[in-house]
């Protein structure tokens, strides 16, 4: 059975062993997505809930437990970000809950981000806001190609950094974000390149945290 979804957030800092109590907590994929659902839709706004997230369809009925009663909810088969975590992660062997946490750390799911620029002035584009790949800038329609190309490009460079280090996710994450550990081996040094709070508040979001 996966945790329940537990929305406190838990500060955290050390090494990547001082995380390891976070992975007992972590949620189930469709636990995450659904709780973080109206997330993303407010990050997509406008058109974009539907084209982007947009869910109605007769295709798959949930059964949610809402107000504490029973309601049918019309899912549309085609979920453009779900579609693209699940297909990338069976690609890459990454977990689908890292992947769609990270998403939300970078973009909330925005699948119209823009292009930003990392602390060595390098662009980051996409859901995952990764170096090499390509933002939404510009674009006039969103296909689930394009979510998928922003998705595996993101995907991919965080595959490496988890091979890189024994597939810790924390130790990944660190230098997802950074580019490296800090000398302190302290994930959450306050001298990290990038956000030093990167890795707790991921590992926050995997048990059902939100900012």
């Known amino acids: 059975m996966s945790p329940p979804i537990d929305t406190q957030y838990y500060w955290?800092?050390?090494?990547?062993?001082?995380?390891?109590?976070?992975?007992?907590?972590?949620?189930?994929?469709?636990?995450?997505?659904?709780?973080?659902?109206?997330?993303?839709?407010?990050?997509?706004?406008?058109?974009?809930?539907?084209?982007?997230?947009?869910?109605?369809?007769?295709?798959?009925?949930?059964?949610?437990?809402?107000?504490?009663?029973?309601?049918?909810?019309?899912?549309?088969?085609v979920i453009k970000l779900w579609n693209s975590i699940e297909r990338i992660a069976g690609e890459t062997g990454v977990w689908d809950t890292l992947i769609l946490?990270?998403?939300?750390?970078?973009?909330?799911?925005?699948?119209?981000?823009?292009?930003?620029?990392?602390?060595?002035g390098k662009p980051t584009g996409g859901l995952m806001q990764c170096e090499g790949v390509v933002g939404a800038d510009g674009w006039t329609t969103m296909t689930q190609e394009k979510v998928d190309d922003m998705i595996r490009g993101g995907t991919q460079h965080l595959k490496g950094n988890l091979a890189a280090n024994n597939w810790?996710?924390?130790?990944?994450?660190?230098?997802?974000?950074?580019?490296?550990?800090?000398?302190?081996?302290?994930?959450?040094?306050?001298?990290?390149?990038?956000?030093?709070?990167?890795?707790?508040d991921v590992a926050n979001r995997l048990h059902g945290w939100s900012n």
């Open 168 to 200: 810790n996710m924390y130790a990944a994450l660190r230098v997802y974000n950074s580019g490296s550990i800090a000398p302190s081996g302290d994930l959450s040094d306050k001298n990290s390149v990038g956000t030093p709070s990167y890795v707790s």
């Open 101 to 120: 946490c990270v998403i939300l750390q970078e973009s909330s799911g925005n699948c119209r981000v823009v292009t930003t620029y990392d602390a060595d």
């Open 12 to 77: 955290q800092t050390g090494a990547a062993s001082s995380f390891e109590w976070f992975t007992n907590k972590i949620c189930s994929f469709t636990d995450l997505f659904n709780h973080f659902k109206d997330n993303m839709l407010a990050a997509n706004g406008g058109a974009d809930k539907n084209e982007c997230v947009g869910f109605v369809s007769p295709t798959y009925l949930l059964i949610v437990l809402n107000t504490q009663e029973f309601t049918l909810l019309m899912i549309r088969n």
